[in-house]
């Protein structure tokens, strides 16, 4: 069983040790990774994919448990914990959906009587993430980009119940937000969302923050910045708002814009 996952501190790109040097990520932790274009965030979320131990061009080092990870997690994708969904993640297979979701979860769940629940509430969790519904007969290449994902960060939640789930800038591909990260509060798992989002990083518990190649700072929310989040939740709806009628074909009007005048 994972309890955390410790970040050792390595160097930038100009070879100076980062600012901050440990980071211990607990189970229940959502955290948000962020920090301008060309900051190292990708780079961060690599290094804990790949459970670097010095061997990466950061020098970091990723303990499970306060010690490296085991080589069964190098070796055998199975036993994989982690799972990383990126903005530009696609379908290969044009399976139907309920039959993809089927397949894996007999890979993934030994007792058979204990497999159909969990691809219903897979199903469920997916559509409630995306504006989109999907349907089981709908094919895998089919699916919007938000779609994808959405199925993707079900999938990885509940049928393969990865204790670590790592997301590259998601809000990009049509996600609630805000949604996400209650139904997500509700595993006790270690989400890390890589983003630019403002709503998701005041909605997690810390971010770390990257420059120049280093985690520079870890910011706590605090409660001056969970009033923010309340703020930029609603500007956020209200552009959501607009969107969606911008899409229907409607005119848009100052009524939408009232409350911000």
């Known amino acids: 069983m994972i309890n955390t996952i410790t970040i050792l501190g390595g160097h930038g790109k100009n070879g100076t040790a980062e600012p901050v040097q440990r980071i211990d990520l607990r189970m229940g932790d959502v955290i948000s990774v962020v920090g301008p274009t060309g900051s190292g965030k990708t780079t961060l979320i690599n290094d804990i994919e790949l459970f670097a131990n010095a061997n990466t061009q950061t020098g970091r080092r990723i303990l499970i448990n306060g010690a490296p990870a085991p080589a069964e997690y190098h070796d055998d994708p199975a036993r994989n914990p982690i799972a990383l969904i990126t903005q530009h993640t696609t379908f290969l297979s044009d399976l139907p959906v309920g039959e993809f979701l089927h397949t894996h979860a007999r890979i993934r769940i030994s007792d058979a009587t204990q497999r159909q629940v969990p691809v219903g509430r897979t199903l469920d969790f997916a559509n409630q993430l995306t504006g989109e519904p999907i349907a089981l007969d709908s094919h895998m290449t089919e699916l919007s980009g938000g779609q994808t994902r959405a199925l993707l960060i079900a999938d990885a939640t509940i049928i393969c119940n990865t204790p670590i789930v790592l997301l590259d800038e998601v809000e990009n591909a049509g996600i609630h937000r805000t949604r996400a990260l209650e139904l997500l509060r509700q595993y006790r798992k270690i989400f890390i969302f890589v983003t630019h989002d403002p709503r998701i990083a005041l909605l997690s518990d810390y971010r770390i923050v990257m420059q120049g190649g280093t985690i520079t700072q870890v ?28 899409r229907r074909g409607e005119r848009l009007t100052m009524a939408e814009l009232e409350t911000f005048a």
């Open 219 to 246: 910011l706590h929310t605090d409660m001056a910045e969970q009033k923010v989040a309340g703020i930029v939740s609603k500007l956020d709806d209200t552009l959501s708002l607009l969107r969606d009628k911008i």
